[in-house]
């Protein structure tokens, strides 16, 4: 499990009105701080998002440029005038957030210790922001047709047994296969490798070693029916030939016949 400070996440929450993601950049929109109230005392430490924003560009387009990046560098790349970027070096300079080195061209950026420091704070609060919405997610995928490993396995009375005792029930012998978008997948991913799954321990049989698998409930439905739901489990398969976004389920149920399904046809899952 994790080790997070409550203080910290209520102060994070509090800074901040909510995130917004596309397919290649994060965007934070503060809430607005009254500055004009009576209440009101300024926070020198408080990285706010036109500090943090750049503090991430400098450092992942230095990463991205063998180690160096410059003024000059950052007034390429993003679409932003060359004042308002000169503004901002100067105002993280005046924080101890950068340094510059002017033996470079145009002068060298680098992160300070502190500068470092704060982007690791803001990392730590998008994992518990996105482990949280990756529990509460509704997940949609496109069913397709398995090769008909998935029953081999699944019948196997070592496995059987494991099914029946952690998971509650005997499950019909085959997997369900769906296909995630790759936002989805690593939404997915991200919850699996980070939260308590159920483990199904794996064995040597007579034969072949078989594999642990995780499992984690699910309740399933066709997406043009929502009310039509049965319980299941996702399977995270040690040893798969399947890639990650290719997800197998199971249930006491034959899913395609129970959903009347095919392949091509979307169905959605919720963690329970």
Not at 46 to 62: N, R
Request: proline share 3%.
């Amino acid at each position: 499990m994790m080790n997070i400070d409550k203080k910290n996440v209520i102060d994070s929450y509090s800074k901040m009105s909510y995130f917004m993601w596309n397919e290649n950049i994060l965007i934070v929109l503060m809430s607005d701080r009254n500055e004009n109230s009576s209440n009101y005392v300024p926070d020198e430490r408080f990285v706010g998002e036109k500090e943090w924003f750049f503090l991430l560009w400098i450092s992942y387009h230095k990463m991205q440029n063998n180690g160096t990046i410059s003024t000059p560098d950052l007034c390429k790349i993003l679409p932003i005038s060359q004042q308002t970027i000169s503004r901002r070096i100067l105002e993280l300079e005046e924080k101890k957030l950068i340094i510059r080195n002017f033996e470079g061209r145009g002068g060298e950026l680098e992160l300070t210790t502190e500068g470092y420091a704060q982007l690791n704070n803001i990392y730590e609060q998008l994992k518990i922001i996105s482990l949280k919405a990756s529990n509460e997610t509704t997940y949609c995928g496109t069913l397709l047709s398995g090769m008909g490993e998935g029953a081999h396995y699944i019948k196997h009375p070592q496995y059987l047994e494991q099914f029946y005792k952690k998971i509650g029930f005997f499950p019909y012998f085959g997997t369900l296969n769906l296909k995630l978008s790759p936002t989805m997948d690593n939404l997915l991913q991200n919850y699996i490798n980070n939260y308590p799954t159920i483990i199904i321990d794996g064995f040597v049989g007579e034969s072949r070693t078989y594999g642990e698998v995780k499992c984690v409930k699910v309740q399933m439905w066709p997406r043009n029916n929502v009310h039509n739901q049965v319980s299941g489990a996702l399977l995270k398969i040690q040893r798969t030939s399947h890639k990650s976004h290719i997800l197998e389920f199971i249930s006491e149920q034959y899913l395609r016949d129970f959903f009347k399904i095919e392949d091509g046809s979307k169905i959605c899952f919720k963690f329970i």
